[in-house]
């Protein structure tokens, strides 16, 4: 990857060097050091007056200054950006939970989009999309010196388009295509379902809906195993979850914690630092709780399972976190559009910094990637069902055994059956269930 990247930007450089015609008085302007912040302004303006009046064609002064605004922000890091009057509607949509696109989370890496998460669901994730991919086109035109915003405005499009995505993936030789037809994403922040004895909660996003969601559906498994003491354990699933609003991961962490810090903030000046804090109350009532991540998680996922794992509460599985570290504040500015604006770096509980770093699960598990087809057809020889005791004829009977007994026996042996299936569809949650099986045959510790 890092190869094709560097090849990307050498020929990109090249052909700059070659087609740069050199403007002797303003290169000079430009060169002199140690002017002041209104020299600056001034060369500012010179610069947007030539422009207006040179370029090649005639060009709009509010997309120039729109243009230099973002410029000025993107610079300072990859998540800093203006949002122009329909970017910051989108988001305040998107926050809602209803949105149209493909449904992938992105930044930017080295000068192409990066993909931090497929959406549970989305037209994203079906056709194959993986955390990690780059994207470096869309129908054949490349991404490469775009700005992020101007990136993901080429891949928004009309509900029922198709669009062609060209990938470069990690163990791939090569850069494919991707066909996707955008979708209304209608995103469902919190899926519960219970597998044996474990609630699993898939936590896809952090938005207005994720706390009710979380808290609704959990009462719903609990309820229909009989109790709280006919589960074993929770598993937190917030593999490929990009993120979203502080305050919901506050919450989530606070659902299952009675006491102590979920996270802190820090900005460039002490007093704007925040402390968050758990209050009483723990929706499982100390029942034990794995947490899944993996490279798609990233922001408010890795403060849930930053504060859970510091606080011991919680076993992390899974493979490093994204790493996403800051702080963003959406600023309102005139004429609608906004400014999103990083102001701080948050700090787990032990007052660890993730930026760039992750979590660190305490058991790494990879997730295997699926075989081809061809791989995947089992040899006749050992797909058939190995004989036993019980299949010999004139075999003894146990008579040491109730028929209730028995019956047991083979209801736990089809449980266990089961979880081997699971293990060929999702080995990471398997691995979760299965500790949590581990932890409740220790039984409770007095």
Do not use: C, W
């Amino acid at each position: 990857m890092k190869k094709f990247v560097m090849a990307a930007l050498g020929g990109t450089v090249a052909g700059i060097v070659a087609t740069t015609q050199i403007a002797g008085p303003l290169l000079a302007q430009e060169g002199s050091k140690g002017g002041n912040v209104y020299e600056q302004l001034d060369l500012f303006g010179d610069i947007f007056e030539r422009i207006r009046a040179q370029y090649v064609e005639e060009v709009e002064a509010s997309e120039l200054i729109e243009a230099a605004i973002d410029g000025m922000l993107t610079s300072l890091d990859p998540h800093s950006s203006y949002l122009s009057p329909d970017d910051a509607e989108q988001m305040r949509v998107q926050t809602r939970g209803e949105f149209g696109g493909l449904g992938i989370e992105v930044t930017q890496e080295e000068g192409f989009v990066k993909v931090v998460s497929p959406i549970d669901g989305t037209p994203a994730d079906e056709a194959g999309m993986e955390a990690g991919d780059f994207i470096t086109h869309v129908d054949g035109e490349s991404l490469l010196g775009l700005t992020l915003d101007k990136a993901v405005e080429m891949m928004r499009g009309p509900v029922g388009s198709e669009i062609v995505i060209t990938v470069v993936r990690e163990g791939e030789t090569e850069p494919f295509d991707v066909s996707i037809v955008r979708d209304t994403i209608k995103l469902t922040a919190v899926r519960t379902r219970t597998e044996g004895e474990s609630v699993v909660l898939r936590i896809t996003t952090f938005n207005d809906q994720t706390t009710p969601n979380l808290e609704a559906g959990l009462k719903e498994q609990i309820d229909a195993a009989g109790g709280i003491d006919n589960i074993n354990g929770i598993v937190l699933d917030l593999r490929n979850n990009p993120g979203g609003l502080l305050t919901q991961a506050i919450s989530v962490a606070d659902a299952f914690l009675e006491e102590g810090e979920i996270v802190s903030t820090r900005g460039r000046n002490v007093e704007d630092g925040e402390r968050f804090n758990a209050t009483p109350g723990d929706l499982v009532q100390g029942k034990p709780i794995v947490v899944l991540v993996n490279g798609g998680s990233a922001s408010a996922s890795e403060i849930v399972a930053g504060a859970l794992q510091d606080h011991r509460r919680a076993i992390v599985v899974g493979t490093k976190s994204f790493g996403k570290g800051s702080v963003q504040t959406v600023m309102p500015l005139r004429g609608d559009g906004a400014m999103r604006l990083t102001t701080a770096r948050y700090y787990t509980p032990s007052g660890r910094s993730i930026q760039a770093l992750g979590v660190s699960p305490d058991i790494v598990v990879a997730q295997p990637r699926r075989k081809p087809d061809a791989e995947e057809e089992e040899d006749p020889t050992t797909a058939a069902r190995m004989r036993s005791e019980a299949d010999l004829r004139g075999r003894l009977n146990n008579d040491s055994l109730s028929e209730d007994e028995v019956r047991q026996i083979e209801e736990d042996r089809a449980k266990a059956e089961k979880a081997a299936e699971l293990r060929e569809e999702d080995y990471q949650l398997a691995y979760a269930i299965d500790i949590l099986k581990g932890l409740s045959a220790l039984g409770p510790n007095d």
